[in-house]
């Protein structure tokens, strides 16, 4: 079984579809790495100062293509 969420009638481990889209096993779900570039607002003492930041994300690929 080696860690994988499989059944006897599924022994590769896809158990299920959603909306269509088969559901990978957890071994084939890839995380992929997004940085957006955003403005924010800081106050500095008195004055408010506006900064662009860059903000990461891990997007989940949870489907089979």
Same mark, same amino acid.
Request: with cysteine; aromatic share 6%.
């Given at each position: 079984?080696? &860690? @994988?969420?499989?059944?006897? $009638? %599924?022994? *590769? &481990?896809?158990?299920? $579809?959603? %909306? &269509? @889209?088969?559901?990978?096993?957890r071994s084939k779900r890839k995380n992929e790495r997004?940085? *957006?570039?955003?403005?924010?607002?800081? @106050?500095s003492g008195d004055k408010w100062i506006q900064e662009k930041v860059n903000v990461e994300r891990f997007l989940s690929k949870v489907f089979l293509d």
């Open positions: 079984m080696n &860690g @994988k969420s499989c059944s006897q $009638i %599924n022994p *590769d &481990g896809i158990r299920r $579809i959603v %909306n &269509g @889209k088969t559901l990978a096993t997004a940085v *957006d570039s955003v403005l924010r607002w800081f @106050k």
